[in-house]
Protein backbone atom coordinates (compact mmCIF):
# COMPACT_ATOMS: atom_id res chain seq x y z
CA UNK A 1 0.00 0.00 0.00
CA UNK A 2 1.51 3.06 -1.16
CA UNK A 3 1.35 5.72 1.71
CA UNK A 4 -0.36 8.77 1.73
CA UNK A 5 1.81 11.69 1.20
CA UNK A 6 1.11 14.96 3.50
CA UNK A 7 1.42 18.09 2.12
CA UNK A 8 2.09 20.77 4.71
CA UNK A 9 1.51 24.74 3.84
CA UNK A 10 4.37 26.91 4.87
CA UNK A 11 4.07 28.96 7.87
CA UNK A 12 3.56 32.88 6.33
CA UNK A 13 6.07 34.98 8.30
CA UNK A 14 5.25 37.28 11.19
CA UNK A 15 4.34 40.58 11.03
CA UNK A 16 3.34 43.67 13.58
CA UNK A 17 -0.45 44.01 14.41
CA UNK A 18 -1.57 47.42 13.72
CA UNK A 19 -4.46 47.27 16.67
CA UNK A 20 -1.80 46.74 19.24
CA UNK A 21 0.28 49.83 17.94
CA UNK A 22 -2.55 51.88 17.86
CA UNK A 23 -3.38 51.25 21.38
CA UNK A 24 -0.02 51.85 22.71
CA UNK A 25 0.12 55.13 21.06
CA UNK A 26 -3.49 55.83 22.78
CA UNK A 27 -1.46 54.74 26.25
CA UNK A 28 1.09 57.17 25.87
CA UNK A 29 -1.12 60.16 25.01
CA UNK A 30 -3.33 59.23 27.71
CA UNK A 31 -0.27 59.39 30.43
CA UNK A 32 1.24 62.91 28.87
CA UNK A 33 -2.61 64.23 29.72
CA UNK A 34 -2.61 62.55 33.07
CA UNK A 35 0.73 64.24 33.77
CA UNK A 36 -0.25 67.57 32.01
CA UNK A 37 -3.63 67.43 34.20
CA UNK A 38 -1.57 66.62 37.29
CA UNK A 39 1.57 69.19 36.74
CA UNK A 40 -1.93 71.55 36.02
CA UNK A 41 -3.31 70.61 39.79
CA UNK A 42 -0.06 70.83 41.52
CA UNK A 43 0.44 74.57 39.54
CA UNK A 44 -2.74 75.77 41.14
CA UNK A 45 -2.88 73.95 44.25
CA UNK A 46 0.76 75.10 45.00
CA UNK A 47 1.67 77.70 42.84
CA UNK A 48 -1.47 79.72 42.82
CA UNK A 49 -2.93 79.29 45.87
CA UNK A 50 -2.49 82.60 47.05
CA UNK A 51 -3.47 83.72 44.47
CA UNK A 52 -6.93 82.16 44.40
CA UNK A 53 -6.91 82.79 48.36
CA UNK A 54 -6.82 86.04 47.45
CA UNK A 55 -9.60 86.51 45.02
CA UNK A 56 -11.63 84.24 47.36
CA UNK A 57 -10.76 86.49 50.21
CA UNK A 58 -11.69 89.65 47.91
CA UNK A 59 -14.60 88.32 47.05
CA UNK A 60 -16.10 87.35 50.58
CA UNK A 61 -14.76 90.28 52.98
CA UNK A 62 -15.46 94.06 52.61
CA UNK A 63 -13.36 96.43 54.41
CA UNK A 64 -14.58 99.76 55.89
CA UNK A 65 -12.21 102.69 56.95
CA UNK A 66 -13.29 104.86 59.71
CA UNK A 67 -10.64 108.24 60.18
CA UNK A 68 -10.48 109.41 63.61
CA UNK A 69 -11.72 112.88 65.04
CA UNK A 70 -9.13 116.25 64.27
CA UNK A 71 -7.38 117.88 66.67
CA UNK A 72 -8.19 120.89 69.13
CA UNK A 73 -6.72 124.19 68.33
CA UNK A 74 -5.84 126.38 71.42
CA UNK A 75 -4.85 129.78 71.26
CA UNK A 76 -1.57 131.41 73.22
CA UNK A 77 -2.80 130.61 76.87
CA UNK A 78 -4.87 127.31 76.06
CA UNK A 79 -8.48 128.34 75.21
CA UNK A 80 -9.90 126.39 72.34
CA UNK A 81 -9.89 128.19 69.22
CA UNK A 82 -11.41 125.01 67.10
CA UNK A 83 -12.89 122.00 68.96
CA UNK A 84 -15.24 118.61 68.15
CA UNK A 85 -19.27 119.45 68.71
CA UNK A 86 -21.26 115.74 68.70
CA UNK A 87 -22.77 115.44 65.13
CA UNK A 88 -26.32 113.67 65.21
CA UNK A 89 -27.79 111.91 62.24
CA UNK A 90 -30.51 109.88 61.42
CA UNK A 91 -29.67 107.05 59.01
CA UNK A 92 -30.33 103.52 57.35
CA UNK A 93 -28.60 100.53 56.74
CA UNK A 94 -29.82 99.37 53.75
CA UNK A 95 -28.32 96.13 54.57
CA UNK A 96 -31.26 95.72 56.88
CA UNK A 97 -33.94 96.63 53.95
CA UNK A 98 -32.83 93.95 51.66
CA UNK A 99 -36.05 91.60 52.75
CA UNK A 100 -38.55 94.81 52.38
CA UNK A 101 -36.61 95.74 48.59
CA UNK A 102 -37.48 92.52 47.43
CA UNK A 103 -41.26 92.46 48.50
CA UNK A 104 -41.42 95.73 47.13
CA UNK A 105 -40.26 95.10 43.59
CA UNK A 106 -42.28 91.91 43.76
CA UNK A 107 -45.39 93.84 44.68
CA UNK A 108 -45.00 96.76 42.43
CA UNK A 109 -44.28 94.01 39.37
CA UNK A 110 -47.57 92.17 40.06
CA UNK A 111 -49.02 95.46 39.80
CA UNK A 112 -47.61 96.31 36.21
CA UNK A 113 -48.51 92.64 35.00
CA UNK A 114 -52.14 92.93 36.40
CA UNK A 115 -52.31 96.57 34.30
CA UNK A 116 -51.62 94.42 31.13
CA UNK A 117 -48.08 96.20 31.34
CA UNK A 118 -44.35 94.76 30.60
CA UNK A 119 -42.52 95.41 33.66
CA UNK A 120 -38.98 97.13 33.45
CA UNK A 121 -37.63 95.35 36.16
CA UNK A 122 -34.59 97.45 36.53
CA UNK A 123 -36.57 100.58 37.03
CA UNK A 124 -38.79 98.45 39.15
CA UNK A 125 -35.62 98.01 41.07
CA UNK A 126 -35.01 101.75 41.31
CA UNK A 127 -38.24 102.49 42.31
CA UNK A 128 -38.57 99.75 45.05
CA UNK A 129 -35.66 100.77 47.05
CA UNK A 130 -36.60 104.32 46.79
CA UNK A 131 -40.15 103.33 48.35
CA UNK A 132 -38.39 101.47 51.16
CA UNK A 133 -36.57 104.13 52.16
CA UNK A 134 -39.04 107.06 51.84
CA UNK A 135 -41.24 104.84 53.98
CA UNK A 136 -39.14 105.83 56.40
CA UNK A 137 -38.15 108.84 55.69
CA UNK A 138 -42.15 109.85 56.04
CA UNK A 139 -41.79 108.54 59.83
CA UNK A 140 -39.01 110.61 60.55
CA UNK A 141 -40.95 113.35 59.04
CA UNK A 142 -44.10 112.56 60.79
CA UNK A 143 -42.39 112.64 64.50
CA UNK A 144 -40.34 115.76 63.71
CA UNK A 145 -42.96 117.89 61.47
CA UNK A 146 -40.62 118.02 58.57
CA UNK A 147 -41.22 116.99 54.65
CA UNK A 148 -37.91 115.72 54.42
CA UNK A 149 -37.45 113.71 51.23
CA UNK A 150 -34.83 111.48 49.53
CA UNK A 151 -33.43 111.28 46.18
CA UNK A 152 -33.38 107.61 43.90
CA UNK A 153 -29.96 109.27 42.38
CA UNK A 154 -28.33 109.16 45.77
CA UNK A 155 -30.00 105.71 47.18
CA UNK A 156 -28.46 104.38 43.42
CA UNK A 157 -25.37 105.69 43.88
CA UNK A 158 -24.68 104.68 47.86
CA UNK A 159 -26.27 101.03 46.64
CA UNK A 160 -23.35 100.61 43.95
CA UNK A 161 -20.58 102.66 45.48
CA UNK A 162 -21.21 102.47 49.81
CA UNK A 163 -23.93 99.32 50.68
CA UNK A 164 -21.99 99.23 53.76
CA UNK A 165 -22.16 102.31 55.03
CA UNK A 166 -25.08 104.01 56.63
CA UNK A 167 -27.32 106.14 54.06
CA UNK A 168 -28.25 109.39 55.37
CA UNK A 169 -31.57 110.37 55.78
CA UNK A 170 -31.09 113.19 58.31
CA UNK A 171 -28.25 115.21 59.22
CA UNK A 172 -26.82 117.28 62.14
CA UNK A 173 -29.96 116.76 64.22
CA UNK A 174 -30.70 119.81 66.31
CA UNK A 175 -30.64 118.99 69.83
CA UNK A 176 -34.86 119.06 69.95
CA UNK A 177 -35.11 116.90 67.10
CA UNK A 178 -32.58 114.82 68.64
CA UNK A 179 -34.19 114.43 71.52
CA UNK A 180 -37.78 113.27 69.95
CA UNK A 181 -36.18 110.50 67.83
CA UNK A 182 -33.66 109.41 70.20
CA UNK A 183 -37.14 108.91 72.62
CA UNK A 184 -39.51 107.85 69.93
CA UNK A 185 -37.74 106.04 67.16
CA UNK A 186 -37.83 101.57 68.52
CA UNK A 187 -34.49 100.56 69.44
CA UNK A 188 -35.31 97.36 66.62
CA UNK A 189 -35.93 100.13 64.12
CA UNK A 190 -33.92 100.21 61.01
CA UNK A 191 -33.79 104.03 61.63
CA UNK A 192 -30.61 104.64 63.49
CA UNK A 193 -29.14 107.45 65.47
CA UNK A 194 -25.42 107.66 64.87
CA UNK A 195 -23.03 110.43 66.11
CA UNK A 196 -20.07 111.69 64.53
CA UNK A 197 -18.07 114.89 64.80
CA UNK A 198 -18.33 118.03 63.73
CA UNK A 199 -15.90 121.54 63.78
CA UNK A 200 -16.97 123.88 66.08
CA UNK A 201 -15.84 127.30 66.92
CA UNK A 202 -16.40 128.97 70.06
CA UNK A 203 -15.65 132.27 68.94
CA UNK A 204 -17.39 132.37 65.63
CA UNK A 205 -16.18 134.72 62.98
CA UNK A 206 -13.06 135.52 65.72
CA UNK A 207 -10.06 134.71 63.66
CA UNK A 208 -11.79 132.86 60.49
CA UNK A 209 -9.53 133.26 57.88
CA UNK A 210 -6.59 132.19 60.21
CA UNK A 211 -7.84 129.05 61.07
CA UNK A 212 -9.84 128.12 58.21
CA UNK A 213 -12.66 125.72 57.82
CA UNK A 214 -12.89 121.87 56.84
CA UNK A 215 -15.24 119.76 54.24
CA UNK A 216 -15.83 115.96 53.97
CA UNK A 217 -13.07 114.03 51.90
CA UNK A 218 -12.78 110.22 51.65
CA UNK A 219 -8.71 111.14 50.68
CA UNK A 220 -7.12 109.95 53.76
CA UNK A 221 -4.70 107.92 55.33
CA UNK A 222 -5.62 104.77 55.63
CA UNK A 223 -3.66 103.77 58.50
CA UNK A 224 -2.75 100.48 59.87
CA UNK A 225 -6.27 98.71 59.35
CA UNK A 226 -5.48 95.51 56.87
CA UNK A 227 -6.52 94.14 53.81
CA UNK A 228 -5.25 97.02 51.24
CA UNK A 229 -6.46 94.60 48.21
CA UNK A 230 -10.37 93.85 49.77
CA UNK A 231 -12.98 96.35 48.34
CA UNK A 232 -12.77 99.25 50.42
CA UNK A 233 -15.93 101.76 51.63
CA UNK A 234 -14.62 104.93 53.21
CA UNK A 235 -16.64 107.09 55.67
CA UNK A 236 -16.13 110.61 55.19
CA UNK A 237 -13.43 112.29 57.12
CA UNK A 238 -12.81 116.44 57.80
CA UNK A 239 -10.29 117.52 55.69
CA UNK A 240 -8.52 121.31 56.05
CA UNK A 241 -9.58 123.46 52.89
CA UNK A 242 -8.22 126.77 54.31
CA UNK A 243 -6.20 128.39 56.89
CA UNK A 244 -4.43 126.61 59.53
CA UNK A 245 -6.20 123.65 59.21
CA UNK A 246 -5.39 123.21 55.49
CA UNK A 247 -1.76 123.75 56.76
CA UNK A 248 -1.67 121.77 59.76
CA UNK A 249 -4.17 118.94 58.20
CA UNK A 250 -1.71 116.48 58.60
CA UNK A 251 -1.05 117.25 62.00
CA UNK A 252 -4.81 117.82 63.11
CA UNK A 253 -6.06 114.63 60.74
CA UNK A 254 -7.15 111.64 63.19
CA UNK A 255 -5.59 107.90 63.35
CA UNK A 256 -7.23 106.10 60.87
CA UNK A 257 -9.53 102.72 61.76
CA UNK A 258 -12.20 100.81 60.68
CA UNK A 259 -13.38 97.32 60.23
CA UNK A 260 -13.55 94.06 57.85
CA UNK A 261 -16.58 92.47 57.55
CA UNK A 262 -17.42 89.13 55.86
CA UNK A 263 -20.26 89.43 53.46
CA UNK A 264 -22.80 87.17 51.43
CA UNK A 265 -22.85 86.76 47.81
CA UNK A 266 -25.13 89.76 47.39
CA UNK A 267 -22.61 92.30 49.21
CA UNK A 268 -24.55 92.34 52.63
CA UNK A 269 -22.94 92.37 55.71
CA UNK A 270 -22.62 89.30 57.58
CA UNK A 271 -20.20 89.26 60.25
CA UNK A 272 -17.79 91.42 61.65
CA UNK A 273 -13.84 90.24 61.50
CA UNK A 274 -11.72 92.88 62.38
CA UNK A 275 -12.23 95.99 64.46
CA UNK A 276 -9.85 98.77 64.92
CA UNK A 277 -10.80 102.08 66.97
CA UNK A 278 -9.67 105.11 65.07
CA UNK A 279 -7.72 107.80 67.34
CA UNK A 280 -8.32 111.54 67.59
CA UNK A 281 -5.60 113.63 66.05
CA UNK A 282 -2.88 116.04 67.54
CA UNK A 283 -3.41 119.53 69.03
CA UNK A 284 -2.09 122.61 67.85
CA UNK A 285 -1.56 125.58 70.03
CA UNK A 286 -1.00 128.74 68.08
CA UNK A 287 0.65 132.35 68.86
CA UNK A 288 -3.26 133.93 68.54
CA UNK A 289 -4.76 135.84 71.31
CA UNK A 290 -8.11 135.66 71.50
CA UNK A 291 -8.36 139.06 73.53
CA UNK A 292 -6.22 140.80 71.25
CA UNK A 293 -7.93 139.39 67.68
CA UNK A 294 -11.41 140.50 69.23
CA UNK A 295 -10.00 143.51 70.62
CA UNK A 296 -8.92 144.40 66.75
CA UNK A 297 -11.91 142.97 65.47
CA UNK A 298 -14.06 144.79 67.60
CA UNK A 299 -12.23 148.23 66.43
CA UNK A 300 -12.87 147.45 63.02
CA UNK A 301 -16.26 147.03 62.77
CA UNK A 302 -18.10 147.16 59.86
CA UNK A 303 -14.96 148.10 57.95
CA UNK A 304 -13.33 146.60 54.92
CA UNK A 305 -9.40 145.91 55.66
CA UNK A 306 -6.62 143.72 57.92
CA UNK A 307 -5.10 144.57 61.13
CA UNK A 308 -1.77 142.55 61.97
CA UNK A 309 0.06 142.16 65.35
CA UNK A 310 3.44 141.09 66.09
CA UNK A 311 5.18 140.33 69.23
CA UNK A 312 8.59 141.46 68.46
CA UNK A 313 10.66 139.13 70.97
CA UNK A 314 9.29 136.16 68.90
CA UNK A 315 7.57 136.91 65.73
CA UNK A 316 4.49 135.23 67.02
CA UNK A 317 0.99 136.86 65.27
CA UNK A 318 -0.92 138.06 68.35
CA UNK A 319 -3.80 138.75 65.57
CA UNK A 320 -4.50 138.43 62.48
CA UNK A 321 -7.25 140.39 61.06
CA UNK A 322 -9.52 140.38 57.84
CA UNK A 323 -13.08 142.07 57.16
CA UNK A 324 -15.12 141.24 56.34
CA UNK A 325 -15.77 138.01 57.93
CA UNK A 326 -17.85 134.91 58.14
CA UNK A 327 -18.89 132.68 61.11
CA UNK A 328 -17.09 129.58 60.83
CA UNK A 329 -19.73 127.66 62.69
CA UNK A 330 -21.90 127.99 59.31
CA UNK A 331 -18.99 126.10 57.16
CA UNK A 332 -19.54 123.05 59.82
CA UNK A 333 -20.68 120.21 59.14
CA UNK A 334 -20.95 121.48 55.23
CA UNK A 335 -21.26 125.10 53.23
CA UNK A 336 -24.33 125.04 51.76
CA UNK A 337 -25.13 127.08 48.60
CA UNK A 338 -27.04 130.00 50.59
CA UNK A 339 -24.23 130.55 53.38
CA UNK A 340 -21.17 129.97 49.96
CA UNK A 341 -23.29 132.80 47.97
CA UNK A 342 -24.13 135.05 51.55
CA UNK A 343 -19.67 135.07 51.90
CA UNK A 344 -18.97 135.40 48.33
CA UNK A 345 -21.49 138.73 47.70
CA UNK A 346 -19.54 141.14 50.34
CA UNK A 347 -16.12 139.50 49.37
CA UNK A 348 -15.62 137.71 52.88
CA UNK A 349 -13.33 135.40 51.32
CA UNK A 350 -10.40 136.86 50.72
CA UNK A 351 -7.88 137.23 53.16
CA UNK A 352 -7.14 140.65 52.88
CA UNK A 353 -4.51 140.66 55.47
CA UNK A 354 -2.24 138.20 53.62
CA UNK A 355 -3.72 138.06 49.91
CA UNK A 356 -5.39 141.62 49.92
CA UNK A 357 -2.75 143.90 47.53
CA UNK A 358 -2.09 147.66 48.19
CA UNK A 359 -0.27 150.48 48.08
CA UNK A 360 1.24 151.21 51.15
CA UNK A 361 0.98 154.82 50.90
CA UNK A 362 2.96 157.43 53.39
CA UNK A 363 3.99 153.90 55.48
CA UNK A 364 6.76 153.27 53.19
CA UNK A 365 7.95 156.83 53.24
CA UNK A 366 10.03 154.92 56.49
CA UNK A 367 11.56 152.86 53.16
CA UNK A 368 12.06 155.91 51.47
CA UNK A 369 14.24 157.39 54.49
CA UNK A 370 16.29 154.51 55.40
CA UNK A 371 17.15 154.67 51.55
CA UNK A 372 18.24 158.32 51.23
CA UNK A 373 20.44 157.70 54.67
CA UNK A 374 21.77 154.64 52.95
CA UNK A 375 22.94 156.89 49.89
CA UNK A 376 23.82 159.71 51.68
CA UNK A 377 21.32 162.13 50.49
CA UNK A 378 20.01 162.83 53.81
CA UNK A 379 21.42 163.27 57.50
CA UNK A 380 20.39 165.11 60.87
CA UNK A 381 21.10 168.62 58.97
CA UNK A 382 19.23 168.12 55.76
CA UNK A 383 16.44 170.57 55.47
CA UNK A 384 13.96 170.57 52.50
CA UNK A 385 11.30 173.41 52.07
CA UNK A 386 7.70 172.30 51.34
CA UNK A 387 5.42 174.99 49.87
CA UNK A 388 2.79 172.66 49.20
CA UNK A 389 3.65 171.03 45.77
CA UNK A 390 6.77 169.40 44.36
CA UNK A 391 7.13 169.96 40.67
CA UNK A 392 8.03 167.43 38.00
CA UNK A 393 8.41 168.60 34.36
CA UNK A 394 4.99 169.83 33.62
CA UNK A 395 3.41 168.17 36.59
CA UNK A 396 2.71 169.47 40.43
CA UNK A 397 2.90 166.45 43.09
CA UNK A 398 0.82 167.91 45.94
CA UNK A 399 1.55 167.74 49.70
CA UNK A 400 -1.03 166.34 51.48
CA UNK A 401 -0.97 170.03 53.23
CA UNK A 402 -1.99 171.91 50.57
CA UNK A 403 -0.61 175.45 52.15
CA UNK A 404 2.67 173.29 52.59
CA UNK A 405 5.37 172.94 55.85
CA UNK A 406 7.72 175.23 55.47
CA UNK A 407 11.13 173.95 56.30
CA UNK A 408 11.08 170.53 56.77
CA UNK A 409 14.29 168.15 58.53
CA UNK A 410 13.83 164.29 57.81
CA UNK A 411 12.44 164.15 61.61
CA UNK A 412 10.12 166.43 60.73
CA UNK A 413 8.90 165.11 57.63
CA UNK A 414 8.25 161.64 59.11
CA UNK A 415 6.19 163.25 62.16
CA UNK A 416 4.19 165.48 59.56
CA UNK A 417 3.99 163.16 56.95
CA UNK A 418 5.57 165.80 54.35
CA UNK A 419 5.36 164.30 50.82
CA UNK A 420 7.35 167.39 49.41
CA UNK A 421 10.66 166.17 51.45
CA UNK A 422 10.34 162.14 49.77
CA UNK A 423 9.28 163.50 46.49
CA UNK A 424 12.55 165.59 46.45
CA UNK A 425 14.83 163.27 48.75
CA UNK A 426 13.01 160.16 46.27
CA UNK A 427 13.98 161.95 42.64
CA UNK A 428 17.26 162.58 43.97
CA UNK A 429 18.60 158.90 44.88
CA UNK A 430 16.11 157.36 42.52
CA UNK A 431 14.37 154.52 41.93
CA UNK A 432 16.70 151.51 42.45
CA UNK A 433 17.89 152.92 45.72
CA UNK A 434 14.59 152.80 46.87
CA UNK A 435 13.78 149.61 45.41
CA UNK A 436 16.30 147.70 46.90
CA UNK A 437 16.02 149.57 50.14
CA UNK A 438 12.19 147.56 49.91
CA UNK A 439 14.32 144.07 48.31
CA UNK A 440 16.48 144.38 51.65
CA UNK A 441 13.35 144.59 53.86
CA UNK A 442 11.89 141.48 51.85
CA UNK A 443 8.92 143.31 50.77
CA UNK A 444 9.26 141.83 47.26
CA UNK A 445 8.13 138.26 48.37
CA UNK A 446 6.21 136.11 50.31
CA UNK A 447 6.54 136.30 54.20
CA UNK A 448 6.45 132.64 54.51
CA UNK A 449 3.74 132.32 57.50
CA UNK A 450 1.90 129.06 58.10
CA UNK A 451 -0.65 130.07 55.50
CA UNK A 452 -1.46 127.97 52.51
CA UNK A 453 -2.72 131.33 50.23
CA UNK A 454 -0.24 133.48 51.20
CA UNK A 455 -0.07 135.74 47.41
CA UNK A 456 3.07 135.85 45.88
CA UNK A 457 2.13 139.08 43.62
CA UNK A 458 3.26 142.26 46.02
CA UNK A 459 5.14 144.10 43.60
CA UNK A 460 8.12 146.42 44.18
CA UNK A 461 8.85 147.79 40.53
CA UNK A 462 11.82 149.18 38.95
CA UNK A 463 12.28 150.36 35.33
CA UNK A 464 12.75 146.57 34.14
CA UNK A 465 9.79 145.49 35.52
CA UNK A 466 7.73 148.38 34.07
CA UNK A 467 9.61 148.07 30.45
CA UNK A 468 8.32 144.52 30.68
CA UNK A 469 5.00 145.06 31.62
CA UNK A 470 3.96 148.20 29.75
CA UNK A 471 5.84 147.33 26.35
CA UNK A 472 9.16 148.82 26.30
CA UNK A 473 7.69 152.31 28.36
CA UNK A 474 10.18 154.19 30.13
CA UNK A 475 10.71 154.89 33.62
CA UNK A 476 10.03 158.67 34.12
CA UNK A 477 11.00 160.96 37.57
CA UNK A 478 7.27 161.31 38.29
CA UNK A 479 7.20 157.26 39.01
CA UNK A 480 9.88 157.64 40.98
CA UNK A 481 7.99 160.40 42.85
CA UNK A 482 5.61 158.41 43.15
CA UNK A 483 6.73 155.09 44.82
CA UNK A 484 8.44 157.41 47.19
CA UNK A 485 5.30 158.17 49.16
CA UNK A 486 4.63 154.82 48.13
CA UNK A 487 1.69 155.20 45.70
CA UNK A 488 2.24 154.35 41.92
CA UNK A 489 2.78 150.76 41.13
CA UNK A 490 3.95 149.55 44.82
CA UNK A 491 1.57 146.90 46.37
CA UNK A 492 2.15 145.14 49.24
CA UNK A 493 0.20 143.36 51.70
CA UNK A 494 -0.90 144.23 55.35
CA UNK A 495 1.08 140.89 56.99
CA UNK A 496 4.32 142.61 55.21
CA UNK A 497 3.70 146.19 56.61
CA UNK A 498 3.59 144.56 60.08
CA UNK A 499 6.90 143.02 59.86
CA UNK A 500 8.37 145.26 58.08
CA UNK A 501 6.98 147.36 61.36
CA UNK A 502 8.53 144.23 63.62
CA UNK A 503 12.00 144.16 62.08
CA UNK A 504 12.56 147.99 62.62
CA UNK A 505 11.20 147.61 65.83
CA UNK A 506 13.76 144.80 66.31
CA UNK A 507 16.81 146.41 64.46
CA UNK A 508 16.78 144.09 61.61
CA UNK A 509 16.37 143.75 58.31
CA UNK A 510 13.44 140.64 58.35
CA UNK A 511 12.05 139.29 61.37
CA UNK A 512 9.98 135.66 60.55
CA UNK A 513 6.33 135.76 61.54
CA UNK A 514 4.88 132.69 62.46
CA UNK A 515 1.73 131.40 64.16
CA UNK A 516 3.01 128.87 65.72
CA UNK A 517 3.32 129.56 69.98
CA UNK A 518 6.64 128.58 71.83
CA UNK A 519 7.99 127.79 68.49
CA UNK A 520 11.46 128.95 69.36
CA UNK A 521 13.71 131.83 68.80
CA UNK A 522 12.24 134.45 66.14
CA UNK A 523 14.27 133.85 62.70
CA UNK A 524 15.83 137.36 61.79
CA UNK A 525 18.21 138.09 58.95
CA UNK A 526 21.17 140.47 58.79
CA UNK A 527 20.54 143.56 61.48
CA UNK A 528 19.88 146.71 59.71
CA UNK A 529 23.21 148.16 58.31
CA UNK A 530 22.85 152.02 58.69
CA UNK A 531 24.64 153.08 61.53
CA UNK A 532 23.37 153.62 65.04
CA UNK A 533 22.78 157.67 64.83
CA UNK A 534 21.00 157.36 60.96
CA UNK A 535 18.55 155.12 62.87
CA UNK A 536 18.01 157.28 65.37
CA UNK A 537 16.26 159.69 63.22
CA UNK A 538 13.97 157.85 61.50
CA UNK A 539 13.27 156.05 65.61
CA UNK A 540 12.72 159.86 66.41
CA UNK A 541 10.75 160.71 63.79
CA UNK A 542 7.98 157.74 64.02
CA UNK A 543 8.00 158.35 68.33
CA UNK A 544 7.25 162.35 67.49
CA UNK A 545 4.89 160.98 64.86
CA UNK A 546 2.92 158.93 67.91
CA UNK A 547 3.33 161.75 70.39
CA UNK A 548 2.23 164.71 68.12
CA UNK A 549 2.16 164.37 64.33
CA UNK A 550 -0.10 161.91 61.81
CA UNK A 551 0.24 159.18 64.48
CA UNK A 552 -1.08 160.41 67.87
CA UNK A 553 -4.09 158.68 67.87
CA UNK A 554 -2.90 155.26 68.21
CA UNK A 555 -1.71 156.14 71.63
CA UNK A 556 -1.77 157.75 74.82
CA UNK A 557 1.03 159.52 77.38
CA UNK A 558 0.56 156.70 79.19
CA UNK A 559 1.68 154.53 76.28
CA UNK A 560 4.11 156.16 73.94
CA UNK A 561 4.00 154.63 70.36
CA UNK A 562 6.11 154.91 67.31
CA UNK A 563 3.99 154.81 64.44
CA UNK A 564 3.63 156.04 60.70
CA UNK A 565 0.45 156.62 59.02
CA UNK A 566 -0.32 157.02 55.85
CA UNK A 567 -3.55 157.16 53.32
CA UNK A 568 -3.81 155.78 49.28
CA UNK A 569 -5.94 156.16 46.81
CA UNK A 570 -6.71 153.73 44.24
CA UNK A 571 -9.71 152.29 42.33
CA UNK A 572 -11.78 149.21 42.92
CA UNK A 573 -14.50 147.64 40.81
CA UNK A 574 -14.27 150.76 39.09
CA UNK A 575 -14.09 153.11 41.78
CA UNK A 576 -12.04 155.54 43.68
CA UNK A 577 -11.30 154.24 46.85
CA UNK A 578 -9.09 155.50 49.85
CA UNK A 579 -7.04 153.24 51.71
CA UNK A 580 -6.19 154.66 55.70
CA UNK A 581 -2.88 153.07 56.89
CA UNK A 582 -1.13 152.48 60.44
CA UNK A 583 2.24 150.89 61.00
CA UNK A 584 3.89 151.32 64.40
CA UNK A 585 5.55 149.69 67.78
CA UNK A 586 4.91 150.16 71.21
CA UNK A 587 6.38 150.75 74.06
CA UNK A 588 8.42 153.02 72.25
CA UNK A 589 12.30 152.48 74.25
CA UNK A 590 11.11 149.29 74.65
CA UNK A 591 9.39 147.59 71.83
CA UNK A 592 7.15 144.61 72.33
CA UNK A 593 4.92 144.42 70.05
CA UNK A 594 4.18 145.72 65.97
CA UNK A 595 0.79 146.55 64.17
CA UNK A 596 -0.21 147.10 60.88
CA UNK A 597 -3.82 148.18 59.93
CA UNK A 598 -5.37 148.67 56.40
CA UNK A 599 -9.20 150.15 56.13
CA UNK A 600 -10.67 150.30 52.80
CA UNK A 601 -13.08 152.78 51.24
CA UNK A 602 -14.64 155.02 52.96
CA UNK A 603 -17.59 154.51 55.38
CA UNK A 604 -20.81 157.36 55.07
CA UNK A 605 -20.85 158.31 58.45
CA UNK A 606 -17.04 159.12 58.82
CA UNK A 607 -16.36 162.63 57.12
CA UNK A 608 -12.61 163.18 58.29
CA UNK A 609 -10.83 159.73 56.88
CA UNK A 610 -6.98 158.69 56.73
CA UNK A 611 -4.33 156.86 58.10
CA UNK A 612 -4.23 159.19 61.37
CA UNK A 613 -7.97 159.18 62.30
CA UNK A 614 -9.03 156.46 60.71
CA UNK A 615 -6.51 153.31 60.99
CA UNK A 616 -4.35 154.99 64.44
CA UNK A 617 -7.23 154.39 66.49
CA UNK A 618 -7.63 150.98 65.70
CA UNK A 619 -4.09 150.34 66.20
CA UNK A 620 -4.67 151.97 69.82
CA UNK A 621 -7.29 149.37 70.65
CA UNK A 622 -4.94 146.41 70.12
CA UNK A 623 -1.79 148.00 71.82
CA UNK A 624 -3.79 149.02 74.89
CA UNK A 625 -5.33 145.23 75.11
CA UNK A 626 -1.03 143.62 75.00
CA UNK A 627 -0.37 145.90 77.39
CA UNK A 628 -2.83 146.36 79.15
CA UNK A 629 -3.49 150.24 79.35
Not at 108 to 131: C, H, S, T
Not at 232 to 258: C, I, P, Y
Not at 466 to 486: L, P, Q
Not at 510 to 539: C, K
Request: hydrophobic share 40%.
Amino acid sequence: MVPMRRHYKKAPERQDNPVNTRIYLMYVVIGICMVALLCGLAYRQLIQQESFAAAAERQNYRRILMPGPRGIIYDRKGRVLVGNRPLFSAVVYLNELRTEFREEYFNLVRRQRDLGLNPDRYAMNIEARRNVVMRYMNRLNSLLEEEFTVDSTDIERHFSQSLLLPFPLITDLSPEDYAILIEQVPIDSPIQIISGNARWYPYGEAAAHTLGFVSDSTEFPEGTLPGETLLTFRNEAQVGRSGLEKSFNNHLQGTTGGEIWSVDPGGFQHERVVHEVPSKGQDLTISLDIDIQQAAEAAMGTKTGAVVAIEIETGEVLALVSKPAYDLNDTAPYISFEVDREIREKGAWLNRAIQGLYPPGSTFKLVTAMASLRAGAVDENTIVYCPGYFQVGRRRFHCHRRSGHGEENLIGAIRDSCNVFFYDRGTEIGVWAIANEARRFHLDRKTGIELPAETGRMLVPDPEWKAARFYGEGWFEGDTANMAIGQGFLLLTPLQMATFASSLARGVEFLQPTLLHDAGEAEVDNPISLRPEQMALVREGMRQAGERGTARLAGNPNMPVAGKTGTAQVRKDGRPTTLAWFVGYAPVQNPRIAVAVMVEGVPEEETNYGGGSTAAPIAKSVFQQYLGM
